[in-house]
T-cell receptor, first 113, second 112 residues
Framework: DTAVSQTPKYLVTQMGNDKSIKCEQNLGHDTMYWYKQDSKKFLKIMFSYNNKELIINETVPNRFSPKSPDKAHLNLHINSLELGDSAVYFC????????????FGPGTRLTVT | KQEVTQIPAALSVPEGENLVLNCSFTDSAIYNLQWFRQDPGKGLTSLLLIQSSQREQTSGRLNASLDKSSGRSTLYIAASQPGDSATYLCAVSLTGANNLFFGTGTRLTVIP
């Protein structure tokens, strides 16, 4: 019954590695998002996809590459991980890309050592 | 650039008290405002969504108001309960896009 799910829940890895976080929503929504919550608990948008197409990319390093194989999935791939990438990453979805309530996943806590 | 501020940063109240959380934003050209709660180590749960044309929304013991022209929103919680303890976040979306700008959050503790 989980509306927005993410895997894994925790991810610990070393600097320089490449890792992926997966997100799936079963709400039939058209739009999905990735947000980053830093150590000070501040949440910031990273990407937004509408019907598998990128519509927002907020000054995120190009080491981060989102991929949407279909509108129910939005995965986040991170290359050459750095210490500063340690954060909690949240996936979210909304019915469309304009003015609808967003539903969030449980988050993935990424720790880079 | 949109900036969202929440005051206070932390609040402790005894059980049963009514309380108000504040949110202010710098750019009044918002499309909607959403209130969330976040429990420690958990994701965000949507509480209320107010469209820019609305003045308030209610859900159970929660009431959110929006004054778009002054850049303010409040979340009123009636008869607080220990289960209300969490961090409350407000977020606004700008006209034409649904990416949310989040506030800094208010950490609420309701003391039994």
């Amino acid at each position: 019954d989980t509306a927005v799910s993410q895997t894994p829940k925790y991810l610990v890895t070393q600097m320089g590695n490449d890792k992926s976080i997966k997100c799936e929503q079963n709400l039939g929504h058209d739009t999905m998002y990735w947000y980053k919550q830093d150590s000070k608990k501040f949440l910031k948008i990273m990407f937004s996809y509408n019907n598998k197409e990128l519509i927002i990319n907020e000054t995120v390093p190009n080491r981060f590459s989102p991929k949407s194989p279909d509108k129910a999935h939005l995965n986040l791939h991170i290359n050459s991980l750095e210490l500063g990438d340690s954060a909690v990453y949240f996936c979210a979805s909304s019915q469309t890309s304009v003015s609808y309530e967003q539903y969030f996943g449980p988050g993935t806590r990424l720790t880079v050592t | 650039k949109q900036e969202v501020t929440q005051i206070p940063a932390a609040l402790s109240v005894p059980e049963g008290e009514n309380l108000v959380l504040n949110c202010s934003f710098t750019d009044s050209a918002i499309y909607n405002l959403q209130w969330f709660r976040q429990d420690p180590g958990k994701g965000l749960t949507s509480l209320l969504l107010i469209q820019s044309s609305q003045r308030e929304q209610t859900s159970g013991r929660l009431n959110a108001s929006l004054d778009k022209s002054s850049g303010r929103s409040t979340l009123y919680i009636a008869a607080s309960q220990p289960g209300d303890s969490a961090t409350y976040l407000c977020a606004v979306s700008l006209t034409g896009a649904n990416n949310l700008f989040f506030g800094t959050g208010t950490r609420l503790t309701v003391i039994p």
